[in-house]
């Protein structure tokens, strides 16, 4: 079949057809003329179909099935009455005009076709001319098809546009507009019903003013709930264009689709208006019978409903607007009316003339509010002729339940007819004053109802909006310019007041300045001894505790003695030693408290002081703490007194074990931090860069009423006897008075951390070194001379006692003056020892510092129990010196004193 060479779809069923059972006949027995028409028809790509003989067998191209959409290919090889039984008679007229050898043309021709399941009116160009056979007769026609639907719409979507617009242009109403832009787009689309509305703000409701086409529903304003006519009010508000064919098959509409019905509904296109993620508002298209919508009257339904909510907005902002410079105008006329106006009754009746007249209402009243709240007096009014005044005092109560709820709540009271809206009772009130309809705007002052306003109609009202933003904005501008008044003549009354005052003023100042200095040093003395009462009650009960042990001790021994058993006296003095300990830490810690402990700083690696400290922590957590250590890599180094640090871990080690009674885990971590600018303001430091110490725990934690007390001296959470309350105020001491900071970070339940943060310092830290063995061994001298400065001869004897056992020669001085005598004399002296604080007029650091001048290379040991800011300068001891607090063991000064002696001499 070299006629049908082409690979087309069509080409190829055309061969595969079994054309025997049709009027054809085998496709082999075709004549010549049908063959020769056939390849025209599959070649061509215009759509074009051929019928063929009297039943007009149809043969047409892939372009024609296109336009024949869900009929093909139902369609090949019928009979043309058969295949579109819906214009059966058009076709019939033209096979018999084709057959006759005439030509039909028409353009732009109108048909309804049934090509997808549902009737569709389609315009079409068609032209028609027959086809000849071997013997010249017309044995077929051919049409070539082409539809113009698409054009045709898109010039009546067009000219709809258009008509639109024009419609719209010189319309300022919003119901006007949705009621034009309806009909039109009705009358265009052929529909039942065309309604465009707003949402309502639950998103679910529309409201319609004026709706099209609804000649079998009763006339005005529809309110309907969108649920109640389907499940696609999700849809809408997500944007969706909803569409629908038939409510009784559509599953969103099956339910309500006799409810749509009655609305002329059974098909309908909803396309909604979302503006910034809400539904606001809809167009409605809706036909009485089913209908299927094509994509261009969707485009264009969606085109009106954007046009349509763009002009209803122009014309409610220019309405808005309109209406605001009305009350704007107003408002400026009347501000200026009161402004320069100085009684606050003159400043009310121009008011309430003014806004009655405008608003056209029958009064315009204000009253003030008793101090009960109870009633009110009505000041002033202004009425209208025919109108009487309505001023007098009255109870709230009488005018209804409802004034009162919504006056007192501070709500304006608004009733259309009092009649209607409010109880017989109320009602009877409002009726003997001449009262129909009122606006009753309440002014609130401090909580309280303190005065009314109101406009009054002695007919039943429609408020507006209008009104009611007018009369809100009259009251409060009316009373700012009473109070304005009131103020004024407070403030005459006041410069007059003070005139007078001012002559006495000196007298008054100078009375009245002693009587708060009086009050002021009463407050501070009482402050004092209220802070002296609870230290020396704390270090009074500590101290009568350590002093029982000593002086118990003590006792004991002397009595061991006189007994003649001398092996029972080593408990006891173990037991005063340990009391003298106790009582050695308790001071230190009340010397870090004030700041005023002696430090001996040094150069520090933290690191290797938790290191050293681990093994002692871990024994004194116990079994059921896990202790974790994290040190940082490269971590600085800081100078600071280590054994004063290593206290302050211990405590805040020993704090956490308590708050863990159950067991729990122990992280101490450091670190380094640079503080900006910002955040060392926020703590008191200068900006740099600080080594931090960080112990954390998962204890109970702190409320942040306890944590923020932690720091206070001798606050304490723990039981009587267990703790002074100062070793949090210690540690803080001692962070402040190294440079650095503490702080506290807790949550009650979950844990407790401690920061201790002190300055980086560049010095570079001395290596580790063995560790030296204590014991009551004394070093060994070699007949070096010390000098022993101490004004307690106690301490004078014990110092001259181990100088004695380890071989030096001692000379003892009582003050500072004795002793420098002798550091100016010839005497050998090889090491100073002196206490800091010294009567006499000299301490012990002055005393140092003069010897120094005669004797550059003396070795120095400063005894103290008291720090004084002169023994430390800088964060350091001079070369040569060194410290030893009181109270200390006598191995410790044994120690020192061999330390002092075998550091190397400094050259100057």
Request: hydrophobic share 40%.
């Amino acid at each position: 079949m070299p006629f049908l060479s082409g690979d087309g779809e069509l080409a190829s069923l055309i061969r595969s057809f079994d054309w025997a059972r049709t009027p054809l006949g085998p496709i082999d027995r075709w004549p010549q003329s049908l063959k020769t028409a056939t390849s025209i028809v599959v070649a061509s790509p215009v759509p074009i179909v051929m019928l063929w003989g009297e039943q007009g067998v149809m043969i047409y191209n892939d372009a024609y099935s296109v336009f024949a959409g869900g009929r093909h290919p139902g369609l090949l090889g019928s009979n043309v009455r058969d295949g579109w039984p819906e214009v059966a008679a058009f076709n019939d007229n033209v096979m018999k005009v084709g057959l006759a050898g005439g030509t039909l043309s028409y353009a732009d021709h109108e048909l309804t076709l049934n090509r997808t399941g549902q009737p569709e009116q389609v315009f079409m160009n068609l032209d028609y001319s027959p086809v000849y056979d071997e013997a010249g007769r017309p044995a077929g026609v051919i049409a070539i098809v082409v539809e113009t639907t698409a054009v045709r719409n898109a010039r009546a979507r067009t000219e709809v546009l258009v008509r639109l617009s024009d419609a719209l242009r010189d319309l300022d109403d919003p119901g006007e507009i949705a009621f034009a832009a309806s009909g039109i787009l009705g009358t265009a689309m052929n529909a039942s019903r065309v309604g465009y509305g707003t949402i309502e703000p639950d998103g679910e409701t529309l409201r319609v003013d004026h709706p099209w086409g609804a000649a079998a529903i009763e006339p005005g304003p529809r309110v309907l709930r969108l649920r109640d006519y389907g499940s696609f009010v999700a849809g809408m508000q997500r944007g969706e264009t909803i569409v629908v064919t038939d409510v009784r098959e559509d599953e969103r509409t099956r339910v309500a689709a006799e409810a749509l019905e009655r609305r002329d509904a059974r098909s309908f296109v909803n396309v909604p208006v979302v503006e910034q993620g809400q539904l606001v508002a809809m167009l409605y298209v809706a036909n009485a019978a089913p209908r299927r919508w094509a994509p261009d009257h969707l485009a264009l339904i969606r085109e009106v409903a954007e046009r349509t909510r763009t002009a209803v907005e122009r014309a409610r902002s220019q309405t808005r607007l309109s209406r605001s410079e009305k009350l704007f105008r107003f408002l400026d006329a009347l501000g200026k009316a009161i402004a320069k106006t100085a009684d606050a009754d003159e400043i009310m009746a121009t008011t309430t003339r003014m806004v009655g007249e405008h608003l056209a209402v029958s009064i315009c009243a204000y009253a003030d509010m008793d101090a009960d709240q109870d009633g009110f007096n009505i000041r002033g009014d202004w009425a209208t002729s025919g109108s009487k005044s309505i001023v007098g005092h009255y109870r709230l109560a009488d005018f209804g339940v409802l004034a009162v709820q919504k006056l007192t709540a501070g709500l304006p009271l608004i009733v259309g007819d009092v009649e209607a809206e409010l109880s017989p009772e109320a009602a009877a009130t409002f009726r003997s004053i001449g009262i129909a309809a009122t606006i009753c705007i309440p002014l609130v002052k401090e909580g309280r109802l303190t005065a009314l306003m109101a406009i009054h109609d002695k007919a039943p009202r429609a408020w507006a909006t209008d009104d009611l933003n007018l009369l809100r904005e009259v009251t409060e501008r009316s009373w700012a310019h009473v109070e304005r008044v009131g103020a004024e003549a407070e403030l005459r009354a006041s410069a007059a007041a003070l005139s007078l005052l001012n002559e006495t003023l000196e007298q008054r100042v100078q009375e009245r300045t002693g009587q708060l200095l009086a009050a002021e040093e009463a407050l501070r003395q009482s402050q004092k001894m209220e802070a002296v009462g609870q230290l020396t009650g704390g270090l009074a009960h500590d101290f009568n505790n350590l002093l029982a042990g000593i002086g118990g001790s003590l006792e004991m021994i002397r009595m061991r003695i006189a007994q003649a058993r001398p092996d029972a006296v080593e408990r006891y003095l173990s037991a005063a030693q340990g009391a003298v300990k106790r009582a050695a830490a308790l001071t230190h810690r009340l010397l870090a408290f004030s700041r005023r402990q002696t430090l001996d700083p040094r150069p520090t690696d933290i690191n290797r002081l938790v290191a050293d400290m681990e093994e002692l922590v871990r024994r004194t957590m116990g079994p059921g703490i896990d202790v974790e250590v994290r040190d940082a890599k490269a971590l600085w180094a800081t100078l600071v007194d280590p054994n004063q640090l290593e206290n302050a871990m211990l405590n805040l080690c020993i704090n956490a074990r308590d708050a863990m009674p159950d067991g729990g885990g122990l992280t101490i971590e450091t670190s380094n931090i640079s503080i900006k600018d910002d955040e060392a303001r926020a703590i008191e430091l200068p900006p740099g860069d600080y080594v931090a110490l960080k112990v954390v725990d998962t204890g109970s934690g702190m409320s942040p009423e306890v944590a923020a007390k932690a720091f206070d001296p001798f606050f304490t959470t723990k039981p009587l006897g267990e703790g002074t309350g100062l070793g949090l105020s210690m540690i803080y001491g001692f962070a402040r008075q190294s440079g650095g900071h503490v702080w506290i970070e807790s949550i009650s339940g979950e844990g407790t951390s401690v920061t201790i943060l002190l300055p980086r310092h560049d010095a570079e830290i001395p290596a580790e070194g063995k560790d030296e063995t204590r014991g009551p061994t004394f070093p060994a001298g070699d007949g070096e001379v010390v000098l022993v400065i101490d004004d307690e001869p106690t301490i004078r004897m014990l110092v001259g006692e181990v100088l004695a056992e380890a071989g030096y020669a001692a000379i003892e001085a009582a003050d500072g003056p004795t002793g420098l005598q002798i550091l100016k004399s010839d005497a050998r002296i090889d090491l100073l020892i002196t206490d800091v604080g010294l009567p006499g007029g000299l301490n012990g650091r002055q005393v140092a510092d003069a010897a120094r001048v005669a004797r550059p290379d003396l070795k120095i040991l400063f005894i103290t129990g008291y720090a004084e800011n002169q023994v430390v300068r800088n964060g350091r001891l001079d070369p040569g010196m060194s410290l030893i607090t009181k109270p200390f063991q006598m191995e410790d000064l044994a120690r020192k004193i061999k330390e002092a002696m075998e550091e190397e001499p400094q050259k100057c």
